[in-house]
């Protein structure tokens, strides 16, 4: 393993902000709750569940179903079919629309714990559309394998993915009534040193766990990173994840911009089809990226190119220089700064493996919140 703690990931160490010569201001604790034996919790609202009527979400529904674009007939989807009376047997009505997009969408379905109580369970269903019928059947095997494979608190358990009657393509989730890394980052600039630090642990074990069973996620980014109100990390939206099965996967046209640029790795943006490369080097890259969110209220480029992105090229100028990159610098401890010069090396082959990160002195120090070991909703 690469001494990260001894030696930074950039040409000279130069001079860097000890501890306690950072000039930043003591942040306002808004979302989290310190003690004094050096343990915290977070206190994070609760999505807005403000129950639009019912009427709405199935009318929605029907006309979709109606006049929506339609997948494959049942027959040839799926040997396992899944009426709608089946469906919202198992999961409910639809109280509510978490996000509609061109290919995906996002609903919330609740569903009475039993006839006896007012208690309800509370499912996330993303539904698969205007997919061509290879990519739909991608999605499947990749989120249905990946899924009923991993175990771990920090990653969605997904309940079911298979086709309904239509041919479209379903997964049902755990419903975490937090929000998203990407919208607390939105609502609240920048994070807490100890709020970053806790959530960014979280995320690296998950990231470790995954990687260690041979599997990429490909896709990390804020939006895919859940909160629950307690502080809770879980890791979402497998859609893109592969199974590695010789650790180098050729980079695809179609795999380099399905992602959301911002995150993914230089490596992924090169212009030839032959190149090979580890696609878990990439999930390093984008985790450092998603800690820099974290700390700096947004992200410090917009692609990793150095002929598109000035904020890019200056990056790889400043990590060879004496001062260093003031973003990272800025983050005032050495070995935090190591880490995530390490994980934001331009040369894949060089970058840290999760495992890496998680025994180097900084984030092994890290104090998690009761929630995050446990898994707590």
């Known amino acids: 393993m690469a001494n990260i703690d001894q030696t930074p990931r950039r ?14 201001p003591r942040p306002h604790y808004r979302n989290i709750k310190i003690f004094e034996d050096g343990t915290h919790c977070h206190v994070l609202k609760a999505r807005n569940s403000g129950h ?10 029907r ?20 009426t709608i009376e089946s469906f919202s047997k198992k999961y409910g009505k639809c109280d509510k629309i978490l996000h509609y997009g061109s290919s995906t969408s996002v609903k919330l379905y609740s569903k009475k714990a039993s006839i006896f109580s007012s208690d309800k369970k509370l499912y996330a269903v993303k539904a698969y ?24 608190p920090n990653i969605v358990r997904t309940i079911e ?20 890394l990407h919208a607390l980052i939105a609502a609240s600039g920048k994070l807490a040193t100890v709020e970053a630090d806790c959530f960014f642990k ?27 109100i307690h502080g809770a990390v879980r890791v979402a939206h497998f859609d893109g994840a592969e199974w590695l099965q010789t650790g180098l996967q050729p980079i695809s046209h179609a795999w380099r911009w399905s992602g959301k640029i911002p ?4 490596e992924e943006l090169k212009e030839a089809n032959s190149d090979y490369y580890d696609p878990r080097a990439g999930d390093i890259w984008a985790a450092g990226l998603i800690y820099m969110a974290m700390r700096c209220g947004r992200l410090p480029w917009s692609i990793a190119r150095e002929e598109e992105d000035r904020n890019f090229e200056e990056y ?5 220089q004496e001062d260093g990159y003031f973003p990272i610098e800025a983050l005032c401890k050495e070995h935090r700064c190591n880490v995530i010069y390490a994980m934001l090396d331009p040369k894949p082959h060089r970058r840290l493996t999760a495992s890496d990160a998680l025994q180097s002195k900084w984030i092994h120090e890290v104090v998690v919140c009761s929630a995050g070991e446990t898994g707590h909703l």
């Open 11 to 24: 040409v000279s160490q130069g001079s860097r902000l000890g501890d306690s010569d950072c000039q930043t």
């Open 63 to 82: 006309l979709m179903q109606r006049y929506g674009p339609k997948g494959p007939p049942a027959s040839e989807a799926t040997n396992e079919p899944s």
């Open 202 to 228: 979280q995320l690296m074990r998950a990231v470790s766990y995954l990687h260690d069973n041979g599997i990429a996620h490909r896709y990390l980014k804020t939006e895919n990173i859940l909160l629950t």
């Open 52 to 61: 639009p009527s019912n009427w709405l979400c199935n009318t929605f529904a």
């Open 316 to 320: 790889l100028r400043a990590r060879q």
């Open 161 to 180: 993915v298979c086709y309904n009657e239509r041919g479209d393509l379903y997964a049902a989730m755990e419903y975490y009534d937090g929000s998203s």
């Open 129 to 152: 559309h205007r997919l061509p019928r290879e990519r739909m059947d991608h999605y499947r095997h990749s989120v249905r394998s990946i899924s009923s494979y991993v175990d771990h």
């Open 263 to 266: 995150y993914i790795a230089p």
